[in-house]
């Protein structure tokens, strides 16, 4: 009974006709196919067109894909979008015009490479094709794929099509960086689960996602994961806590310099130049970024890469990690350690 009332569960939808037509439509219960979901839709909203149904995936940060299953469409709410199909009833041919082609999304009316290499899938995506092969040459039944193969062949081939942009422009001298950053923002969701579910080296991700590693492109994604700006808030954190710091530093060296001994203390700091000519960040044993302009300017950079590629903390850094975490950026629960907790205290009070 339980399982009857999910089922039945009513669904809202909210149907994009086009640019200046935007429709809500309850359902008394998910439909049993995408056609009928189709003839549903062509009454309630007196369509008499034929059209197809694309829907928002949330596990693709909202992009949009064709309705093949109903088991795609999320429930209880979901956004779809109808694409309308005219028929050339002489030739027997579906041809859409050009007006209407502007609903589709537009990055699929780019033009397809003359070869496209099919990339590999997973193991269990590539056994169950195999079998799918295997029954059609011997029986011609159709192979149904489950919404997490879908998920995994359709993530795989964005991946090699968007990494045939973005890694191709990365090695010119001219980088055409709008492009860079439209790309990376349209694959950020899949990004993030390979990250954060793999957790993959740092070279293996400076060769299959390259553009994290300039810059501006590293400052963007801390911002998609954060929603804030790392520069501006370690910023503004730092000039408004750095007098308070100096003072809590010379106090503490003042405490030192009875046990350790001055010359000791200097020798560690003084072989550090105040001005640099650039700084490099080094993860695991390799540079994997260079020209930072200051000390806090890389410091910025190491943080928001521990952050963006999902990295543990250094050991020898993870209290200063910490605190420039939950004390400087304000993320996550804000519970700290009790020395860490103290030296907060110590700063604002």
């Known amino acids: 009974m339980e399982t009857e009332g999910f089922v039945n569960e009513a669904i809202k939808l909210k149907v994009i006709l086009n640019d200046n037509r935007i429709e809500k ?8 196919s995408p056609n009928e979901l189709m003839s549903t839709l062509k009454e309630k909203l007196h369509r008499k067109f034929d059209f197809s149904l694309l829907y928002e995936d949330p596990d693709f940060n909202n992009e949009l894909y064709n309705l093949e299953t109903i088991e795609d469409l999320p429930s209880p709410r979901a956004t779809v979008k109808v694409l309308r199909i005219r028929r050339d009833t002489d030739l027997g041919l579906t041809r859409v015009s050009a007006s209407e082609l502007q609903d589709a999304p537009p990055e699929r009316l780019g033009r397809w ?5 099919i990339p590999t899938l997973s193991m269990e995506v590539e056994f169950a094709l195999r079998e799918g092969n295997c029954a059609y040459l011997r029986h011609e039944t159709v192979l149904k794929i489950t919404r997490d193969q879908k998920h995994n062949i ?4 964005a991946w090699t099509i968007f990494n045939l942009i973005m890694v191709h422009e990365m090695m010119k001298e001219n980088r055409d960086l709008p492009l860079i ?11 993030r689960k390979e990250i954060v579910k793999s957790s993959p080296s740092v070279e293996h991700l400076r060769t299959r996602w390259p553009a994290l590693f300039l810059e501006v492109q590293l400052h963007a994604e801390f911002q998609r994961i954060t929603n804030q700006s790392l520069q501006q808030t370690f910023y503004t954190a730092l000039d408004h806590h750095t007098p308070r710091l100096l003072t809590l530093f010379r106090e503490k060296e003042g405490k030192s310099t009875t046990h350790v001994g001055i010359s000791q203390h200097h020798e560690v700091v003084g072989g550090i130049p105040i001005r640099p000519a650039h700084v490099s960040v080094v993860l695991e044993d390799k540079i994997v970024m260079t020209n930072s302009r200051s000390w806090p300017d ?6 928001g890469l521990l952050y963006s590629l999902h990295l543990n903390y250094p050991k020898a850094l993870g209290s200063t990690s910490e605190f420039m975490q939950k004390v400087f950026l304000n993320l996550d629960d804000g519970k700290l350690k009790p020395k860490l907790l103290a030296l907060k205290n110590e700063l604002l009070a």
């Open 298 to 303: 890389a410091l910025g950079v190491v943080f």
């Open 113 to 117: 490479p003359e070869v496209f290499v």
């Open 181 to 191: 950053n439209q790309h990376t923002q349209k694959t950020f969701a899949l990004r």
């Open 154 to 157: 359709l993530g795989r081939m």
């Open 25 to 32: 439509v309850i359902l008394p219960s998910q439909p049993d």
